[in-house]
């Protein structure tokens, strides 16, 4: 347990409050204790959390949000302080927005999943005497695996205040996006096991290389734009203009207009480019273009009223990089 010692006095908590707590005595104080302590033998005790051992003393009061109690002979050398009144941020409890718990679990079973994915297509694709068209599959969860997580870390590393469960983006993007990619696991998995021919058409190494460029280069513009924008990106685009919004037009975004919508786009084609999924791949085009056509001049009407002809001549000078979207 660790311990502090203070000669004026002046108690001052440890720095180790990984401690476990001691459980209450249900016994009741001796007579030496009894005039050292203010608190009755019928007192609840406060809840077990965090305590340290502070200086010197023989009394009990409250201080701040910490109960001070004398030890049980009554002497005192030490204080032990319980913070019966702890704040705490609720949403960081279980099942709050923030569970530190949920966000355990999450990035453990995508590192669960991301792991057995690598390998399996190590496995199908390389380790086989004959390798296996199924290697599709795997390879394209664990695409997914690595694009989920670095959504999380990105907001948590430099948008920490917006970082919450449903940063990872695994259960809250609607069903469209679910449809998506279980469309996209039939392709893989049908062609692969009765259309194998349709599979490998037009699929070669110089496909494979365009499709792996495309993921890498949209994952790694995503991920930089919302590390560059902080705390002004959102996944959800603001209806109304909050205090220390800025535009960004520095690094990417003085190359690319919504770069992670360039980098959403490109990474999902690519997905479906190195699997091979030929109507996927179009669909996906298809669907994106649509979708992000849409988003853009919707939220670049926001834009206009936060900040105005500097946006319109940002808008002017600057591309989408997603194709006929200007």
Same mark, same amino acid.
């Given at each position: 347990?660790?311990?502090?010692?203070?000669?004026?006095?002046?108690?001052?908590?440890?720095?180790?409050?990984?401690?476990?707590?001691?459980?209450?005595?249900?016994?009741?104080?001796?007579?030496?204790?009894?005039?050292?302590?203010?608190?009755?033998?019928?007192?609840?005790?406060?809840?077990?959390?965090?305590?340290?051992?502070?200086?010197?003393?023989?009394?009990?009061?409250?201080?701040?949000?910490?109960?001070?109690?004398?030890?049980?002979?009554?002497?005192?050398?030490?204080?032990?302080?319980?913070?019966?009144?702890?704040?705490?941020?609720?949403?960081?409890?279980?099942?709050?927005?923030?569970?530190?718990?949920?966000?355990?679990?999450?990035?453990?079973?995508?590192?669960?999943?991301?792991?057995?994915?690598?390998?399996?297509?190590?496995?199908?694709?390389?380790?086989?005497?004959e390798p296996h068209?199924?290697?599709?599959?795997?390879?394209?969860?664990?695409?997914?695996?690595?694009?989920?997580?670095?959504?999380?870390?990105?907001?948590?590393?430099?948008?920490?205040?917006?970082?919450?469960?449903?940063?990872?983006?695994?259960?809250?993007?609607?069903?469209?996006?679910?449809?998506?990619?279980?469309?996209?696991?039939?392709?893989?998995?049908?062609?692969?096991?009765?259309?194998?021919?349709?599979?490998?058409?037009?699929?070669?190494?110089?496909?494979?290389? $365009?499709?792996? =460029?495309? @993921? !890498? *280069? /949209?994952?790694?513009?995503r991920s930089v734009?919302? #590390?560059?924008?902080?705390?002004? +990106?959102?996944?959800?685009?603001?209806?109304?203009?909050?205090?220390?919004?800025?535009?960004?037009?520095?690094?990417?975004?003085?190359?690319?207009?919504?770069?992670?919508?360039?980098?959403?786009?490109?990474? $999902?084609?690519? =997905?479906? @480019? !190195? *699997? /091979?999924?030929?109507?996927?791949?179009?669909?996906? #085009?298809?669907?994106?273009?649509? +979708?992000?056509?849409?988003?853009?001049?919707?939220?670049?009407?926001?834009?206009?009223?936060?900040?105005?002809?500097?946006?319109?001549?940002?808008?002017?000078?600057?591309?989408?990089?997603?194709?006929?979207?200007?």
């Amino acid at each position: 347990m660790a311990r502090t010692r203070n000669s004026s006095n002046t108690a001052r908590p440890s720095q180790n409050s990984n401690v476990p707590c001691p459980e209450p005595d249900p016994s009741p104080p001796s007579s030496s204790s009894t005039s050292a302590s203010t608190s009755s033998s019928t007192s609840t005790s406060p809840p077990c959390l965090p305590y340290a051992v502070l200086g010197t003393g023989n009394e009990s009061r409250h201080l701040g949000h910490f109960e001070h109690t004398p030890n049980a002979q009554g002497l005192a050398p030490e204080i032990i302080v319980r913070a019966s009144a702890y704040p705490t941020d609720s949403t960081l409890c279980a099942n709050g927005l923030r569970s530190l718990s949920s966000i355990a679990a999450h990035a453990f079973v995508i590192g669960l999943v991301l792991s057995a994915s690598l390998i399996s297509t190590l496995y199908f694709a390389y380790l086989r005497a004959e390798p296996h068209p199924i290697w599709r599959a795997p390879e394209f969860i664990a695409t997914l695996c690595i694009f989920h997580f670095l959504e999380f870390y990105t907001t948590a590393r430099w948008n920490t205040a917006s970082a919450k469960v449903s940063s990872f983006l695994l259960f809250g993007n609607g069903a469209a996006y679910n449809v998506a990619h279980g469309t996209a696991m039939c392709e893989i998995l049908i062609t692969a096991f009765l259309f194998p021919k349709w599979q490998s058409a037009f699929a070669n190494a110089g496909t494979l290389a $365009a499709g792996i =460029t495309m @993921v !890498v *280069v /949209g994952q790694a513009v995503r991920s930089v734009a919302m #590390a560059q924008a902080g705390t002004n +990106f959102n996944h959800i685009p603001a209806q109304e203009k909050k205090e220390g919004h800025e535009l960004v037009t520095h690094g990417v975004y003085g190359w690319l207009r919504h770069p992670s919508y360039f980098g959403f786009f490109w990474w $999902a084609v690519g =997905t479906q @480019v !190195v *699997v /091979g999924n030929k109507l996927c791949a179009l669909g996906y #085009a298809y669907v994106l273009w649509e +979708f992000f056509d849409k988003r853009i001049k919707s939220e670049e009407k926001s834009l206009v009223e936060f900040f105005g002809s500097a946006y319109e001549e940002y808008r002017a000078q600057t591309p989408t990089g997603i194709p006929f979207i200007r």
